[in-house]
């Protein structure tokens, strides 16, 4: 089988229309690349929802600092394409920056509310770089829905509330984070853990987890601390909207120069 792919605007929007005319229906799962079974999962419950799922890959430069990783960010275009022909996709949209920032670029999305706090203290222009390229996406794909894994909970409401705010004529839907054997949250980001940090990775997981399962999150920032972690951002349980409550719990963690999120749903019956 050979994977169709989309560089531009035009031959995903005519492919796309192909669809339309046969009465199918268009998931799309919005990715930055170096696919890893999280995303693959994301795949097939979009595979269960629609007619047709289209993947899209680009590295969105919006959202990253002058500061961050957006050149060292991992591209693996060749080894993508196998894992989502060996996953049934049926179009990869891979567009160049033009397509998406093309020559006169000005506009801006600034986005409240989720977008307040938690991640956005440390990462400020994140949120206003992921819902600037998810709407472009979405308007330029049309799709009924799209997928997001639940590991990055708050960006998933953010763009929930963008997508209502801007009635946007689609539905966000999420997976449950996949996980290594040791709980480890999958991240494209998990290749540059060297073996010592990859260790102490799992740590952030086991924390959130006893938070979760209704331990006191006083210790949480120490106990990641002697677990190896050189800083936390934050340790935090919100309400899956992201107000104040218990719910789900929050936190990310540096290690050397990888950054970790997680986050990790309250079970039912846990804190009333």
């Not at 986005?111 to 600037?132: I, S």
């Not at 924390?207 to 399962?213: F, Q, T």
């Not at 972690?229 to 349980?237: E, I, K, P, R």
Request: glycine share 10%; with cysteine.
């Amino acid at each position: 089988m050979t994977l169709p792919i989309a560089r531009d605007v035009a031959t995903l929007r005519a492919t796309i229309a192909g669809w339309r005319d046969a009465g199918q229906s268009v998931a799309l799962v919005p990715t930055m690349g170096a696919l890893h079974a999280g995303h693959l999962a994301l795949l097939a419950r979009g595979r269960e929802l629609a007619d047709r799922v289209v993947t899209s890959i680009f590295v969105n430069p919006t959202q990253f600092a002058p500061t961050e990783d957006l050149a060292r960010y991992p591209r693996d275009e060749a080894g993508d394409v196998a894992a989502l022909v060996a996953a049934g996709c049926d179009l990869l949209y891979a567009p160049g920056p033009e397509a998406i920032y093309p020559p006169g670029f000005c506009t801006a999305i600034l986005p409240g509310g989720p977008a307040l706090g938690l991640e956005a203290a440390f990462r400020p222009q994140m949120y206003g770089g992921v819902a600037l390229v998810c709407t472009k996406l979405f308007t330029q794909c049309g799709p009924d829905l799209a997928i997001f894994g639940e590991k990055d909970w708050q960006q998933v409401q953010v763009v929930r509330r963008v997508v209502a705010d801007l009635d946007l004529p689609l539905r966000i839907m999420t997976v449950a984070t996949v996980r290594e054997a040791d709980g480890l949250a999958m991240s494209s980001r998990n290749r540059f853990l060297d073996a010592r940090a990859r260790a102490i990775a799992p740590a952030l997981y086991r924390v959130l987890s006893g938070i979760a399962e209704g331990r006191a999150p006083v210790r949480a920032e120490a106990e990641l601390l002697e677990a190896g972690f050189d800083s936390v951002d934050y340790v935090a349980l919100r309400r899956r909207d992201l107000s104040p409550g218990g719910e789900v719990v929050l936190g990310a963690a540096r290690l050397g120069a990888v950054r970790l999120i997680d986050a990790v749903p309250v079970s039912a019956g846990e804190r009333g």
